[in-house]
């Protein structure tokens, strides 16, 4: 599975962005998806999960201003930012992974198939 994430940029605080994250290949095994945010200096840090039945949840800080979906016909999650404030300034990655159900799905390491990250910067 080849993931291509798009979107992103940089806007100004309250401000919105839209990411895509394309999935390509055996798609057909992928359950859950997520999308995880690594700023400079600092470890990769989860922001939103959406299993393969639209279960969603999302870090506290980005609850109520991002949404995660998903459509699957078309192997794209989506991660809709709004409000958006400095400390949302990342590098942000999609993953994806064969496993169902929501252990572990706050960490990396349970997630098989990454994308190569798109930076939203927020500027103040």
């Known amino acids: 599975v080849q993931l291509q994430a798009s979107g992103g940029g940089s806007v100004q605080a309250g401000g919105s962005l839209s990411l895509s994250c394309a999935a390509s290949g055996r798609t057909f095994s992928v359950n859950r998806m997520a999308w995880f945010r690594q700023a400079p200096g600092k470890e990769r840090e989860f922001v939103a999960f959406?299993?393969?039945?639209?279960?969603?949840y999302y870090e506290d800080s980005v609850e109520g201003r991002f949404t995660i979906s998903r459509n699957n016909a078309k192997n794209t999650v989506y991660l809709q930012m709004n409000s958006l404030k400095p400390e949302d300034t990342a590098v942000y990655l999609c993953a994806a992974d064969r496993r169902s159900g929501v252990y572990g799905f706050t960490r990396p390491n349970f997630y098989e198939y990454w994308g190569q990250g798109t930076q939203v910067t927020v500027s103040s």
């Open positions: 959406i299993g393969s039945e639209s279960t969603t």
